[in-house]
């Protein structure tokens, strides 16, 4: 196994599992349309790598553009980070969040059955586990009712790369469920640069600190947590990276659909987060408590331990250099991508 598409490669995701590819060996061949990042991420990757990636600029919709990629740069398998994720757009556009991530899955789907690569690793979601019972979540808990359109489109997309693998036990298929990704590279040259004002917590904290923004809304602080604000399960990006380039080491030992959670078992509150970031970066954080936001939980966090038994994978990084790489690509890059 060696030549590796990554869809959405151009992306915060996708660039540092495409950096952390060639760092392994592997060849790296991206699919993006750019409709939510830019190519400098990539430039970047070739930058710090000193290796090449071999760049097309194109729509999952496009079939047969994707399959002539998939047969020209000889794809052994695809690691699916293309997708729009962005919650509340997603409440508003449903028909455009279900375009583009289930018609586009089905129609990369479709491109590389014809063309017979059969080997897929899928950026899913904890969404997909909605409101759970209990935690720490594994990765036998039921399947939930995520709370929004962006949700539905992660657990659609499952269900329907299950049932492909039903059909035809040729198809591999790696699910992994992201929880909460954040941090940067260490070189604070490639990181999360959202478009407008951020959704996620950590680049809207970064806002803050840099002083784009005037203050972090926190949305509720009567939730059943330590502390009252909402629990997650964060994890470095890097670290995150470092599990898809396990799962496709580990492709081969690999057979039917396999599920993974991505995350590091602990849990943190937003008020931990804030304080933390305060700590280890030595900036303010100004905040106001405010009403709960609609379709958020109260806790989630994860027990990782079947990829490291499975996977042999570990996370590296803890909440302080989580934090303190957030706020590096930041403060280097206060616009991003743009100079
Ligand atoms: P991102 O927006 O930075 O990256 C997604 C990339 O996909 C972008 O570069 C975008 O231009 C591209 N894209 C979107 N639609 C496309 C299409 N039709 N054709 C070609 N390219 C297209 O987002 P990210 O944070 O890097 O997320 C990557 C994946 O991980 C997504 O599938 C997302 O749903 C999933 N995920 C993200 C998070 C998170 O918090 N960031 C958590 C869980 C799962
Ligand atoms: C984290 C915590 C908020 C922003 C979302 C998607 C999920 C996945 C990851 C893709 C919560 C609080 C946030 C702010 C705040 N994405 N918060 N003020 O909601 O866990 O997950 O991103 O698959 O599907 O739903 O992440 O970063 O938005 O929120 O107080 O300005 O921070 O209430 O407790 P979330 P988040």
């Known amino acids: 196994m060696k030549n ?10 996708g660039s540092h599992v495409a950096l952390e590819l060639l760092d392994s060996g592997y060849n790296v061949i991206v699919y993006d349309n750019l409709s939510n990042s830019s190519e400098e991420s990539l430039k970047r990757v070739e930058e710090l790598t000193g290796l090449s990636i071999s760049f097309y600029k194109g729509d999952i919709l496009d079939t047969n553009h994707v399959k002539e990629v998939l ?11 293309a997708a729009l994720k962005a919650v509340g757009e997603s409440v508003k556009k449903p028909l455009l969040y279900y375009h583009n991530n289930i018609t586009g899955t089905l129609s990369l789907l479709s491109a590389m059955e014809e063309v017979g690569v059969k080997n897929i690793i899928f950026s899913s979601s904890a969404t997909v586990y909605g409101d759970p019972e209990t935690v720490p979540i594994t ?6 009712a995520p709370t929004n ?20 036990p040729n198809w591999k298929v790696i699910l992994l469920r992201y929880f ?10 490639i990181g999360e640069d959202p ?15 840099i002083g784009k923004l005037p203050y972090l809304h926190v949305y509720g602080d009567d939730y059943d947590t330590h502390d009252g604000t909402g629990v997650r399960d964060y ?4 670290d995150l990276a470092k599990g898809h380039v396990k799962a496709i080491d580990n492709l081969d030992k690999l057979t039917g659909v396999e599920i993974f959670n991505l995350a590091t078992g602990h849990g943190y509150s937003v008020l931990d987060i804030v304080k933390t970031f305060e700590k280890v970066n030595g900036v303010k954080i100004e905040y106001k408590i405010e009403g709960r936001r609609e379709g958020d939980i109260d806790e989630t966090y994860a027990d990782a331990s079947k990829a490291e038994k499975v996977l042999g994978w570990i996370c590296d990084n803890g909440l302080e250099e989580m934090l303190e790489d957030s706020w590096r690509w930041q403060k280097n890059n206060p616009n991003g991508y743009e100079e």
């Open 195 to 209: 478009k407008g004002i951020p959704n996620n917590l950590l680049p809207y904290v970064t806002q803050v600190a």
């Open 180 to 189: 909460n990704p954040i941090g940067a590279h260490k070189s604070g040259r």
């Open 4 to 13: 590796i598409l990554i869809t959405g490669g151009a992306g915060f995701i």
């Open 71 to 81: 047969e020209k740069e000889k794809i052994e398998a695809v690691i699916h980070c």
């Open 139 to 144: 990765e036998d808990f039921p399947k939930g």
């Open 235 to 238: 994890i470095h990006v890097v």
């Open 149 to 168: 359109p962006y949700g539905w489109t992660k657990s659609m997309m499952e269900q329907i790369m299950t049932d492909l693998h039903t059909a035809d």
